[in-house]
Structure formats: structure tokens, C-alpha cells
């Protein structure tokens, strides 16, 4: 396979004000979930390992993946434990305000298929998984590639809310980043992981509107933001990582590679959902002439 992923997946619901809203959209999320079905959308295999809870919107999650050609094989299912969920309060063109509603669904370190692990091209993790409790399982996955020499792919993703101490944070994010082979990275977060962005590693800083930028075999690379109605940046993060890997899997420049991340992230900020309005193979040759 191309790419191997594993993260947390949750139920969303997104509506305005909470407190004055009478209706509500329903969907599923999850940073590798939106990496998976935007790497798959542009042709590229992928495996998913995730552990949902045995209710519906765990069907809703697994079958939202399964629908869009992402290997589910390797998912599990926890019986009598409901699937965790976010609440989304959504203004247009606004940072949306997150409200998480953490399960006792966890992925564990004997969840991790190694053998499959080491037949991927790439394995794709994040701090958002790390910041979930599923350590264990995120490790012994980093673990695996590393030995099999597996390119690995870390996205910080960063989030306050999901981390009380931020000492420990630096400590969990900084070890992550060191072992990743290609490290995206947002502005804010730089401090956070200082120590990992020396080395031989590829660095991929994104600023969001004002563009992004890549450090490659030392040299670096830039890109400019591109302009595009804003309904939801939520989804902007992990589709900029698809983009990105998708160009990186098919050996593009990495001014290229850039310009496909950037242009994936467009795409998923002009819609309600973080993966839902992503482009299809099909479309990419039309918009990356258009651009």
C-alpha cells in the first residue's frame, strides 16, 4: 500500500450558536480520517487503523471510509462503548470552537498490525492521536516503520484543549517530531517543537492564507496562500497534509507538492465538512493547470 494511518475518529455535530440554533449537521471526523479519504480521492492506497465504538456512528465512521476506497480491514469495533463525539460551533470564515466528548474507545499497542505497517511506502501519524491516549499504539506504529524503513509522516496538530500541560506536550510533540521523516508543521507550533526542525528531516511550515513553505535536502521552497471562499478552515489542516503526501508519493518537486497541499486545503475550507467537497483524481489535472 501507499500510506498506512491510525488516529481517533468522531461523530461531529456542527451548528452556529448552540444556545440559538434550532438545527444541526451530522457527520464524522478525524485527522487521519481526512488524510486517508483525501489521499484515496487522488488514487493512492490506504489503510486505516482506528477503534470506533459499537453503536452508530461508529457504522457511520466505517462505512464513510469504506465508501471512499479506504482499506478498513484493520479497524476495530468496541461492543457496548459509544463512539466518541465533537461538538462544532461554526461561524463562516471563522476558526470553529470545538467542544470534544472523549470514549473510553481507545486504540491499544496490541491493536498494531506491524507486518502490514512495514509493507507501506509511508506511515502518516499526528499529535492528535498522541493527545488522545492512544501512545502506546502511536509508538509501537512509529516503531515498526522506523526498523522496516518506512518513510515516516508526522503532522504536530497541536490543540490546546487536548493538552492541560504543556511541559508535556513539548516533551510528547518534540519526540514525535524528532522521529519523523517529513514533519508538518504550523507557524505557531515552531516553538513547540524547535529541537526537531534541525536535521535531515523534510520541514513543512504551513501559514495557512499566507501561504507555505518547505525545507528539502536543505534548500527551501515556497508557496503562495491561495484565495478561495471560506465556509469552514477546519478541514484545511489534514487536507494540506493529503495534498502534500500525494505529491511527495509521486515524487513532484516540492514546489508541487506545496502547491497540491495548498490547493487540497482550499478545497476542504470551502466546505461545511473537513473531507467531504476534496477532489477526485479526475479533477486534479483540470484545477492544478487552472490553478
Same mark, same amino acid.
Given at each position: ?10 461523530? !461531529? ?7 440559538? =440554533? ?72 471563522? =476558526? ?15 491493536? !498494531? ?54 511541559? =508535556? ?123
Amino acid at each position: 500500500m501507499d500510506v498506512y494511518t491510525l488516529g481517533e475518529a468522531f461523530g !461531529v455535530v456542527t451548528s452556529g450558536r448552540i444556545r440559538h =440554533e434550532h438545527e444541526a449537521r451530522l457527520d464524522v471526523t478525524g485527522a487521519e480520517l481526512a488524510v486517508a479519504v483525501g489521499l484515496a480521492r487522488l488514487g493512492h492506497t490506504v489503510s486505516w487503523l482506528g477503534k470506533v465504538g459499537g453503536d452508530e456512528l461508529g457504522v457511520r465512521i466505517l462505512s464513510a471510509l469504506r465508501g471512499e476506497g479506504v482499506d478498513i480491514s484493520d479497524a476495530r469495533v468496541a461492543e457496548g462503548v459509544p463512539t466518541g463525539m465533537i461538538l462544532k460551533e461554526s461561524r463562516t470564515g471563522q =476558526e470553529a470552537r470545538l467542544t470534544y466528548y472523549p470514549t473510553a474507545v481507545r486504540l491499544a499497542q496490541g491493536n !498494531v498490525p506491524v507486518d502490514r505497517i512495514t509493507q507501506a511506502r509511508l506511515l502518516h501519524v499526528s499529535g492528535a492521536t498522541a493527545a488522545l491516549n492512544a501512545r502506546d499504539a502511536l509508538n509501537a506504529a512509529v516503531r515498526a516503520a522506523r526498523t522496516a524503513g518506512v518513510t515516516i509522516s508526522v503532522a504536530i496538530d497541536y490543540d490546546e484543549r487536548l493538552w492541560p500541560d504543556l511541559r =508535556e506536550a513539548e516533551e510528547i510533540l518534540g519526540a514525535l517530531a524528532r522521529a519523523a521523516d517529513v514533519l508538518f508543521v504550523r507557524q505557531c507550533e515552531l516553538d513547540l517543537v524547535k529541537p526537531a526542525l534541525n536535521g535531515d528531516r523534510e520541514v513543512v511550515v504551513n501559514r495557512g492564507t499566507r501561504g507555505a513553505s518547505a525545507r528539502v535536502n536543505g534548500v527551501r521552497h515556497d508557496a503562495p496562500g491561495l484565495t478561495a471562499p471560506v465556509v469552514d478552515p477546519t478541514g484545511s489542516r489534514p487536507a494540506f497534509v493529503a495534498g502534500y503526501l500525494s505529491a511527495l508519493l509521486e515524487s513532484l518537486h516540492p514546489a508541487d507538492r506545496l502547491r497540491r497541499g495548498g490547493l487540497l486545503a482550499a478545497f476542504a475550507a470551502s466546505g461545511p465538512s473537513d473531507w467531504q467537497s476534496l477532489p477526485t483524481r479526475d479533477e486534479l489535472p483540470l484545477l492544478e493547470t487552472d490553478g
